[in-house]
């Protein structure tokens, strides 16, 4: 199973960005969803959406400006991300898992794509 995650890039404050994440191979997705890490910090959780009822979970922090989708025929996800703040920049890592629990836990998301770099500058 891989991630392939991208759309990232260098923006200004109030900007908009969209992120894809494309899944190939087989997997019984449970949860996909959304992560980023800052340097220095840890990994956090953006948002997540549930495959069985599309029911979408989201940070926050970026409540009301991101906004997260799928396509089911591409079994890809997306973060529609508006209204960009210097403090969004991160790396943007997808990942998926295939069981039920807590869709926030970085911990229990069993497969991850490589990370896509958004930086926002003020």
């Known amino acids: 199973v891989q991630l392939q995650a991208s759309g990232g890039g260098l923006v200004q404050d109030g900007d908009a960005l969209r992120l894809s994440c494309a899944a190939s191979?087989?997997?019984?997705?449970?949860?996909m969803g959304w992560f980023r890490q800052a340097p220095g910090k840890e990994r956090e959780f953006v948002s997540a959406?549930?495959?069985?009822?599309?029911?979408?979970y989201y940070a926050d922090s970026v409540k009301g400006r991101f906004t997260i989708s799928r396509d089911n025929a591409k079994d890809t996800i997306y973060l529609q991300m508006n209204s960009l703040k210097p403090e969004d920049t991160a790396v943007y890592y997808c990942?998926?898992?295939?069981?039920?629990?807590?869709?926030?836990?970085?911990?229990?998301?069993?497969?991850w794509g490589q990370g896509t770099q958004v930086t926002v500058s003020s």
């Open positions: 990942a998926a898992r295939e069981r039920p629990g807590l869709y926030f836990a970085v911990a229990t998301y069993n497969y």
């Open positions: 191979g087989r997997i019984d997705v449970y949860f």
């Open positions: 959406i549930r495959w069985r009822d599309d029911n979408t």
